[in-house]
């Protein structure tokens, strides 16, 4: 018989802020990158074609303002954990619609590690993004984005990381998906790939937009514990346990935390230069780093 599981939901309760300096999160706490502008487009704006909802953040120029602690090989970047570590604890990162190079997708990266994981990013677009395709509503690019999101397509492209991880004797895999790469985690939490999932600024509504599969019916499929850390903007479905009892109902954990301040895409592209914006990325990071190593 299954265990009721606890639900936990929050509006980012307090967190100890001497850990988070330890864990070397303050490596995300960068110099604000320029903005290479709102590339969400007026045909996305006008019918709703975006996996974004509106105000959310623009994409950022790549974060080349220090030295990554990972290497990039194979489409692949990889951060070991720190040298002292002999975790067995891997980590999959899907990135969001701005791809390999999108703001400090690669310092969530090396911070994920400093928590004790061995962690792999795969780059699915292979060298490409939404912006490069035309931007989020442009008719090609959606047809190119459709495509990626596909899972016969998308699960192959993501196996590799899998395969690093296990080559580096990693026995415990989970995943955390940004925006987009909320939709692989869930699919990869179905099919029993990972011991748990984590989900910033979620966009599993791309998969109603793009194959009539509805949130719920996504989440159904849920068989580990899951946690969605929602922006402001995102759809209060997220924040007020409407999906969460789906993945309970499963017999897993949903952890749930609001971040009312914040604005979808705040954790890769948010600017931290504004305080506000830095605490929540901190938090964001900190919660996943929590999560992961309760169910790894």
Not at 32 to 54: Q, V
Not at 238 to 249: P, R, W
Not at 252 to 280: M, N, Q, Y
Request: glycine share 10%.
């Amino acid at each position: 018989e299954k265990k009721k599981p606890r639900r936990r939901r929050s509006n980012q309760s307090a967190l100890d802020l001497s850990k988070i300096r330890s864990r070397g999160l303050a490596l995300l706490s960068l110099l604000p990158k320029r903005t290479i502008g709102n590339l969400f487009g007026k045909a996305a704006a006008m019918s709703g074609e975006s996996c974004c909802p509106p105000g959310s953040m623009p994409a950022l120029q790549e974060d080349t303002s220090r030295t990554l602690s990972g290497t990039v090989s194979d489409k692949m970047y990889y951060v070991a954990p720190p040298e002292a570590s002999s975790s067995k604890k891997g980590i999959v990162v899907i990135y969001d619609v701005f791809g390999f190079s999108g703001g400090r997708i690669k310092s969530v990266c090396d911070t994920l590690a400093l928590g004790g994981f061995h962690v792999a990013m795969p780059d699915v677009y292979d060298g490409t993004d939404i912006a490069k395709e035309g931007g989020l509503g442009d008719e090609k690019a959606m047809a190119w984005l459709k495509g990626l999101t596909k899972w016969d397509a998308q699960k192959p492209l993501l196996e590799p990381a899998f395969d690093l991880l296990k080559e580096k004797g990693v026995t415990s895999v989970g995943a955390i998906g940004f925006c987009w790469g909320a939709y692989g985690v869930v699919k990869l939490s179905g099919e029993k790939k990972i011991n748990a999932g984590v989900s910033c600024h979620p966009s599993l509504r791309i998969g109603q937009m793009f194959f009539e599969e509805s949130e719920e019916a996504q989440l159904a499929t849920a068989a580990c514990p899951l946690a969605f850390f929602p922006a402001g903007n995102d759809p209060d479905h997220y924040k007020d346990g409407t999906l969460a009892k789906i993945v309970e109902k499963n017999g897993f954990e949903c952890l749930a935390v609001d971040f009312p301040d914040a604005s979808h895409g705040w954790v890769p592209r948010g600017d931290t230069k504004d305080p506000t914006i830095a605490r929540d990325v901190e938090k964001a990071i900190n919660l996943s780093i929590d999560f992961f190593n309760k169910h790894l």
